[in-house]
């Protein structure tokens, strides 16, 4: 039986909003050392090794993606607490502290499968649900970026049959922000939808799921606020009453700033503020035939200011695991924060990215970074990029960045378009990514295996090599990836490039093209526009 050698050091301080870190401990790095964890954003920064210089203090910051108070070594070590961690790497030295609650450290094997298998088993164990399977076997289709703030029927009802028209496969249709009428009230807007329970309908005869986002936020100064505020079901800020002529309440809700205004917040640590967004959400699920909800906000750092909440002494952090659990009663979901909700059946998407080279050779490793995290359940953001500003400008785009996008993300747990490739690509490079859909949509119900395996065991569906070959020195590969155990993905992720080279484990490894290759070496191949280069183990 492999010996364990667990230090656990306990810290029994309630937490305080602004006390200082009093536990600590310190861990001397390991000749030949790597490190993973904390924030799947910056995933590309890891693994950490003994010359890094870095310094992360998750307490209310989240880095607007999925957070995780674990660090995990190649040498079977592993860092973990319950609280926010401050971690610091300082060559070849990490300093761990938290405010409150236990830091664990424990060596508990030899290699990053041993400590990833018993942070799993110890600390996230999954529950055997996964989300629904057509986010998985089908690509994704967000309306964000063709629509941006003008969400309106007849402007999705054409992007949906322009995706049918182009052969694209329907999958999950996301209708995004401003779709209601009020950040709060979760009606249809009646200004830009005439029948919104008939567009469902025909959304849903055409093939697609329909999901529509929502927020904790509310709008300041609005019937929904005005109750809300005297029902006591917001964020109160720190003065918690006021004292103002004709006012219909003297709670002083708290006024947050985030990238749409300044607006009230759900105080969903409050069971009664729970019971009222969950019947708004179950209301749309039964009046309008909506299957699903793309939650996103909830990120730490809103919830960092003098608030006051219903639940006391609790971190910014947990506000963000209140916001997530909601969406545990609706398996067609999505988030982009998290907190903690590793192995839960809940939809995890990279954050928004800009359209740029640079940043899709961080898509792979940040997506590494959510499995190694817990994370299984990914989604890597927007193809071409998630910020609609880059797209604004159509001399702008880069057609070869979004074919190339498309085609990473095509052996991906999930697949999400926005930009209609059609619009913004001659009709070449459009048919290489309806191709990419197409080999997604072929590899659904792999992807489904993977995805019910990951609900049992907590494999990931997407992983490092290091962690597939834990001793095969595959720690800085970070332009190529596994799917499962057999199926070694190359995307091309740099701009002109017709060669690369890929590294190949031990074993028999046969090519999208057919060649076969004997592993345990790196080999040169040929990188045409039209390739997305993946090998499977014979």
Same mark, same amino acid.
């Given at each position: 039986?492999? %010996? ?220 929904? +606020? ?48 729970? %019971?009222? +967004? ?220 017709? %060669? ?39």
């Amino acid at each position: 039986m492999r %010996k364990i050698l667990l230090i656990t050091f306990i810290l029994a301080i309630a937490f305080k909003a602004h006390s200082q870190y009093k536990e600590q401990v310190e861990i001397d790095i390991l000749s030949g050392e790597y490190w993973w964890g904390g924030l799947s954003a910056i995933g590309h920064d890891t693994p950490y090794d003994s010359e890094t210089i870095e310094s992360h203090d998750l307490w209310g910051d989240n880095r607007g993606n999925q957070a995780q108070p674990l660090l995990l070594s190649s040498k079977g070590r592993y860092v973990w607490s319950e609280s926010p961690i401050k971690y610091s790497f300082d060559r070849g030295k990490i300093i761990v502290t938290t405010r409150a609650g236990e830091i664990k450290f424990a060596k508990v094997g030899e290699n990053l499968r041993d400590s990833f298998d018993y942070a799993v088993a110890n600390f996230f164990s999954p529950n055997g649900k996964i989300p629904d399977k057509l986010l998985f076997t089908k690509p994704q289709y967000n309306t964000w970026i063709e629509l941006t703030y003008n969400q309106n029927e007849d402007d999705i009802l054409k992007y949906a049959q322009a995706i049918i028209d182009k052969g694209y496969p329907p999958g999950v249709l996301m209708i995004d922000d401003n779709w209601q009428e009020s950040y709060g009230n979760w009606e249809f807007s009646s200004r830009r939808f005439n029948d919104p329970k008939g567009m469902i309908k025909k959304l849903h005869d055409m093939g697609f799921k329909v999901m529509v986002w929502i927020c904790p936020f509310v709008s300041s100064d609005t019937e929904i +606020f005005r109750y809300l505020a005297k029902e006591g079901m917001l964020l109160l800020d720190a003065d918690r009453t006021q004292e103002i002529l004709w006012a219909n309440t003297k709670n002083k809700a708290a006024i947050i700033r985030w990238w749409n205004g300044a607006s009230a917040c759900l105080d969903l640590s409050n069971p009664k503020t729970q %019971k009222w +967004f969950e019947e708004r959400l179950k209301f749309l699920v039964d009046a309008y035939g909506v299957d699903g909800f793309k939650f996103d906000a909830g990120d730490a750092d809103f919830y960092t200011g003098n608030i006051v909440s219903f639940e006391s002494d609790i971190s910014p952090n947990d506000h963000t695991t209140y916001f997530a659990k909601l969406g545990l009663q609706f398996p067609l979901n999505e988030y982009r924060a998290s907190w903690k909700m590793a192995g839960l059946p809940l939809a995890q998407r990279l954050r928004d990215k800009n359209h740029n080279w640079a940043v899709l050779q961080k898509l792979i490793p940040d997506l590494m970074s959510q499995s190694m995290m817990g994370y299984a359940y990914t989604c890597p953001d927007m193809i071409g990029g998630g910020e609609y500003q880059s797209f604004e400008n159509s001399t702008t785009i880069d057609e070869e960045l979004v074919v190339r996008s498309a085609q990473v993300h095509a052996l991906m747990p999930m697949m999400q378009f926005s930009v209609a490739p059609w619009r913004v690509l001659s009709e070449e490079n459009n048919q290489l990514c309806l191709e990419a859909a197409l080999l997604h949509t072929k590899m659904g119900n792999q992807i489904i295996n993977l995805a019910e395996e990951a609900s049992k065991t907590g494999e990931p569906i997407v992983k490092p090599m290091a962690l597939a070959y834990p001793s095969g020195g595959y720690e800085m590969i970070k332009d190529q990836f596994m799917l499962g155990n057999h199926i070694l993905v190359a995307p091309v992720v740099k701009k002109g490039e017709r %060669k690369r080279k890929v590294v190949l484990p031990k074993g028999k490894w046969q090519a999208d093209d057919g060649k076969v290759f004997s592993g345990n070496r790196t080999v040169e191949i040929e990188v045409p526009l039209s390739r997305l280069p993946f090998f499977t183990k014979k």
